[in-house]
């Protein structure tokens, strides 16, 4: 869950992925929702230079002049090739570590549902 604001700025471009490739978003864009994956979120600020940001997955809601980014995770870096190894390595590979978590965890419910089940078959 999203705890703190990392960026409020003006941009007057912004460029980010979803599941289907990515997008760019420009001033008086039609208003949408989209979901993102893991991946470099690049825009352009006030002075017209390129900012990145190495995003988690998400949400991206553009409603009027706002876009509203939520993610679990997010780091700023200027070196957009060191930022890219930065999603690879510690923030897809941690969801990837989530995912075979949440799959043992399921195995283990799993498990301990289907004893119950037996204890209370043979009472």
């Known amino acids: 869950m999203p705890t703190e604001i990392l960026l409020?700025?003006?941009?007057?471009?912004?460029i980010a992925r979803a599941p289907n490739g990515s997008f760019a978003i420009l001033p008086r864009h039609v208003d949408f929702?989209?979901?993102?994956?893991?991946?470099?979120?690049?825009?352009?600020?006030?002075?017209?230079?390129e900012r990145f940001l190495g995003i988690d997955e998400g949400v991206l809601v553009k409603q009027g002049n706002d876009v509203l980014v939520s993610t679990r995770k997010a780091v700023r870096?200027?070196?957009?090739?060191?930022?890219?190894?930065v999603v690879r390595r510690d923030i897809i590979a941690l969801?990837?570590?989530?995912?075979?978590?949440?799959?043992a965890l399921a195995r283990l419910?799993?498990?301990v549902i289907r004893r119950f089940i037996e204890l209370q078959e043979h009472s």
């Not at 929702?33 to 230079?49: F, I, N, Q, R």
């Not at 870096?77 to 190894?85: C, E, N, P, S, V």
């Not at 969801?95 to 799959?103: F, G």
Request: net charge negative.
């Open 77 to 85: 870096g200027d070196d957009l090739a060191a930022l890219r190894d």
């Open 95 to 103: 969801d990837e570590h989530e995912r075979a978590a949440r799959s």
């Open 33 to 49: 929702v989209a979901a993102l994956v893991p991946s470099v979120l690049t825009y352009v600020d006030k002075a017209g230079e």
């Open 109 to 111: 419910e799993a498990g």
């Open 8 to 14: 409020d700025e003006d941009a007057g471009k912004i």
